[in-house]
């Protein structure tokens, strides 16, 4: 097929590459105009309770017809197939009443584009992007085939015994064990020659605001059958479908779109994806290169962002790092303060040499706010401090803060940030970094304190001796891919326009670098503890 031929050299050819995205696809706030405001309110005050009213209905009928396809069969006749009347007449009638389910809910527009496959060429539907729990109303051109779904869902009233009704596969994200049988489950019903109807999963495993694909968990992609990519469009003026770990929530997702005319979606069959021996050996390839193919077609980045535990973070190399720098996060917060990126960076100098003047580099929170000229009883002055302040004692260490601001500050050059970030913590100006030093520093850069960073550790020399100089850690950042792409993909990716440059608050100027760095030199190179910024 030509497309997954495109997508598998692509893959081979861009490997070390990661793709970006602007913003954070985990997040969807929804900004409505006035008028905007005025038709929702107005429209909503007569939909939304008629709708919610029929919704409540239909799912009230469909409670008992689930609960009759099981009835009075036994526990070995409900893990095969079901066949006779309890397939063809109650499938009919649940299908019929989820279609009229979608329209009450204003979905007046649903336009399906290409052929849904037999069971027989593709065992296996995979979904994105996963926006919504609105996003079930796949199931209706799909026939209400079997879908993998969280084992919590069961447990929802109605959802549950609909879950049952078609035969789910069902899985506890925090039991092995019922990861390992769920694979054995989907490899019995994908080998059983067309018995069972198609699993529909949602590879993502999250919802997101559509702007990227996420990663691709390999669970969908381990049995190594062919595939068939289905996605998802909203084209509607107003987005009010996306629910996601940050932004609107369930109520006002159901308030803003039952208060529409009507929404319309558009859901894409593409062309099978047969794997080949090399990614039914490596389901990661499999699902990377599915990703890719639907991402293709939906003019969006196939990304390296997924949730570990309840965080979204994205892989960088040998680290998973949070979606956002940490210093993208402070940028925020600093305008909540009423201060700005910029009068922080006007004040780094002076940051700077208390960092050097300080034996301990540390400070109490109220310290640290009157150096960056912030009210340090102000809520959102502590909201911006506290996530450094790590230690027990409760103090700040002003180094972390300085070097996670100017690891993303273009105006300096990545070269002098590691030469400040080197004298900080070389400690007593030996000129060289232990390991352990080595591994505060990269936490510093990252803004990640607790960042584990011993895979990417093992790239140095530091795994046979524990001696780093400046000139290797700068070598470092320059020739290893793995260290490269920590500013070229995460703290300063490509296309990102630099900040502007101002002189310092204290009438010192910019270098052309970023500050310049004068002072009596160490044998290795870098300025002294006591050296001046000019």
Excluded at 210 to 237: C, D, E, H, S
Excluded at 271 to 289: G, I, R
Excluded at 469 to 489: H, R
Aim: with cysteine; net charge positive.
């Amino acid at each position: 097929m030509e497309t997954s031929k495109l997508s598998r050299l692509e893959y081979k050819k861009g490997k070390d590459v990661i793709e970006t995205v602007n913003g954070n696809p985990f997040v969807h706030e929804l900004t409505l105009t006035n008028r905007q405001k005025v038709k929702v309110a107005l429209l909503g005050t007569v939909l939304f309770p008629v709708r919610m009213l029929l919704t409540v209905i239909i799912f009230l009928i469909l409670w008992p017809i689930s609960r009759l396809r099981f009835l009075g069969l036994s526990k070995e006749q409900v893990s095969q197939p079901i066949t006779g009347w309890r397939w063809w007449f109650l499938q009919a009638l649940a299908w019929t009443l989820c279609r009229v389910l979608f329209f009450v809910m204003g979905f007046m527009r649903v336009k399906v584009r290409g052929r849904m496959a037999p069971p027989t060429e593709a065992p296996i539907l995979v979904v994105a992007p996963h926006s919504s729990f609105l996003d079930s109303i796949v199931m209706v051109p799909c026939g209400l085939v079997t879908v993998m779904s969280r084992a919590e869902n069961l447990n929802i009233p109605i959802v549950g015994d609909l879950l049952r009704f078609n035969q789910s596969i069902v899985v506890s994200r925090q039991d092995p064990e019922s990861r390992r049988s769920c694979v054995e489950e989907l490899k019995k019903r994908v080998s059983a020659s067309g018995q069972w109807s198609q699993v529909l999963i949602f590879p993502e495993g999250t919802t997101t605001n559509g702007t990227a694909l996420i990663k691709f968990k390999a669970g969908a992609f381990i049995v190594g059958v062919p595939v068939q990519p289905v996605i998802i469009r909203y084209p509607n003026k107003l987005d009010t479908i996306r629910w996601t770990w940050k932004g609107i929530n369930i109520v006002q997702v159901l308030w803003y779109t039952l208060s529409q005319f009507y929404t319309s979606a558009e859901i894409e069959f593409l062309p099978v994806y047969t794997p080949t021996q090399e990614e039914k050996d490596n389901p990661a390839l499999f699902a990377s290169n599915v990703q890719k193919t639907m991402a293709r077609a939906l003019g969006v980045p196939a990304t390296e962002y997924e949730f570990e535990g309840r965080v979204p973070v994205t892989r960088v190399g040998l680290l998973k790092l949070p979606v956002q720098p940490g210093a993208r996060v402070t940028e925020k917060r600093l305008q909540k303060t009423g201060a700005g990126m910029q009068a922080v960076l006007n004040r780094m100098g002076g940051l700077v040499e208390e960092c050097c003047r300080l034996p301990a580099h540390r400070l109490t929170l109220e310290q640290c706010a009157k150096l960056l000229n912030l009210p340090a009883s102000q809520p959102d002055t502590h909201a911006l401090l506290t996530p450094y302040c790590q230690g027990s004692d409760g103090l700040l260490d002003l180094r972390e803060f300085v070097l996670g601001m100017l690891a993303v500050d273009k105006t300096w050059s990545i070269e002098r940030v590691l030469e400040l970030a080197f004298t900080f913590f070389d400690t007593g100006s030996k000129g060289w970094l232990s390991k352990g030093e080595f591994s505060r520093l990269l936490q510093a850069l990252l803004s990640c304190p607790e960042l584990d960073v011993a895979q990417i550790i093992e790239e140095t020399n530091l795994r046979d001796k524990y001696e780093l100089p400046l000139e290797e850690l700068q070598d470092l950042f320059k020739s290893k891919q793995n260290f490269k792409s920590l500013f070229t993909c995460y703290l300063r990716p490509e296309g990102e326009e630099p900040a502007k440059t101002t002189p310092f608050a204290n009438g010192r100027g910019h270098a052309s670098n970023g500050v310049g760095l004068a002072g009596k030199a160490t044998s290795n190179g870098t300025a002294s503890p006591n050296k001046k910024w000019d």
